[in-house]
């Protein structure tokens, strides 16, 4: 399953003019099989023989490639996932961990704010935040 979706991803990639590396193939099919938004450390304890600096390097990369989407909630740490529209995450404040949901109806929070304000709307944001199972006991 993350070989099928790293092979999705290498034409997309090599579109956008990035070279694809062993070690970038490596950094996302790490962030693929951490599924839980993996932080920049977390990839590093997965490959700790790449260097923290270069793994975060590329991670930014991703992010302005549009591959990566950057979750700088919960405790001060960036997470990481792989991009995917129309979501919404709950947070813990206590631990930091970050899951996601749909709730497709959301999507009319747009048109109102378009239909009060008359901008032209391109996404909307919405963070969740409370405890997670573990740590409300
Ligand atoms: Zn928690
Ligand atoms: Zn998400």
């Known amino acids: ?12 990639l ?3 003019g ?10 996302l099919k790490t962030i693929i099989s951490l599924k839980n938004h993996p932080s920049a450390e977390d990839i590093h304890r997965e490959l700790p023989y790449i260097s923290l600096a270069t793994i975060y390097n590329n991670i930014k990369l991703f992010v302005k490639l549009g591959i990566l989407n950057e979750l700088p909630y919960g405790n001060g740490i960036s997470k990481f996932e792989l991009f ?12 930091g961990k970050i899951v996601d949901f749909n709730y497709p109806n959301l999507k009319e929070v747009e048109q109102v704010a378009s239909k009060l304000t008359n901008y032209h709307i391109h996404n909307h944001k919405l963070q969740i935040y409370g405890l997670c199972s573990e740590c409300k006991d």
Do not use: F, W
Not at 85 to 95: G, K, L, R, T
């Open 1 to 12: 399953m993350v070989e099928n979706q790293i092979k999705e991803l290498i034409p997309y």
């Open 14 to 16: 090599k579109k956008r």
């Open 18 to 27: 990035l070279r694809i590396t062993p070690q970038r193939i490596l950094i």
């Open 84 to 95: 995917k529209s129309n979501h919404y995450h709950v947070i813990c404040e206590s631990c």
